[in-house]
């Protein structure tokens, strides 16, 4: 069964940082892209990062570039996302969600999410 | 201000059809596929339908999806209570290099 478990969210500060994991099960590590999602409190999805399976190629949406980071490590089966210069209009659930392939917006399988709130 | 354009509401009786509609561009869906997504309150997004008109395994045929240009449209017959949900259309940008949403159609079941 394919599972992706997010973890590290919480409350941020201003100009500071985060950095989020989502453990993967259930399928293997490496064959896909991995992308973050997040959703301000009663609004919509919005795409943050995707990160091909080797970890070589990666992408940002416009309101995160330049701040945050995606990154994997395959021997462990874990995605992560640094998140630095914290801005309160980060305050989002984050989700990790499985690509069927790079370059989709086709998001098979998600986490549950974590939440971070940037607050003073 | 989303860069594929959905309608906030719509709604429809139980037993009847309602459709909702995905606006986007040449960059977006009018050279890549379509995908939606379903969200109900608390949880989880949940893929709909991939590949314009795919169902995964598990979702009923009563949910179909279409697309002509740079529009696409979600169908779901047979309205049930559950239903019920946040809708979401979405598509990788070949300009912007990154997938954009939709910003999600409220469905009430009247």
């Known amino acids: 069964e394919v599972q992706l478990v997010e973890s590290g969210g919480g409350l941020g500060h201003p100009g500071g940082s985060l950095r989020l994991s989502c453990s993967a099960s259930?399928?293997?590590?490496?064959?896909?892209?991995l992308n973050w999602v997040r959703q301000a409190p009663g609004k919509g999805l919005e795409w943050v990062a995707v990160?091909?399976?080797?970890?070589?190629?990666?992408?940002?949406g416009d309101s995160v570039k330049g701040r945050f980071t995606i990154s994997r490590d395959n021997s462990q089966n874990t995605l992560y996302l640094e998140m630095n210069s914290l801005r309160a209009e980060d305050t989002a659930e984050y989700y990790c969600?499985?690509?069927?392939?790079f370059g989709s917006g086709s998001f098979d399988y998600w986490g549950q999410g974590t939440l971070v709130t940037v607050s003073s | 201000q989303s860069v594929l354009s959905q309608p906030p509401s719509t709604s429809g009786t139980p037993g009847h059809r309602v459709t909702i509609s995905c606006s986007g561009s040449?960059?977006?869906?009018?050279?890549?596929?379509v995908n939606w997504y379903q969200q109900l309150p608390g949880t989880a997004p949940k893929l709909l339908i991939y590949?314009?008109?795919q169902r995964p395994s598990g979702v009923p045929d009563r949910i179909s999806g279409s697309k002509s240009g740079t529009s696409a449209s979600l169908a779901i017959s047979g309205l049930h209570s559950e239903d019920e949900a946040d809708y979401y259309c979405?598509?990788?940008?070949?300009?912007?290099?990154?997938?954009?949403f939709g910003g999600g159609t409220k469905l009430s079941v009247l």
């Open positions: 040449s960059s977006n869906i009018g050279s890549n596929t």
């Open positions: 969600a499985r690509s069927d392939y």
């Open positions: 590949s314009d008109n």
């Open positions: 990160i091909t399976g080797s970890g070589v190629t990666t992408y940002y």
């Open positions: 979405a598509a990788w940008d070949d300009s912007l290099n990154g997938v954009v």
């Open positions: 259930g399928f293997t590590f490496d064959n896909y892209a």
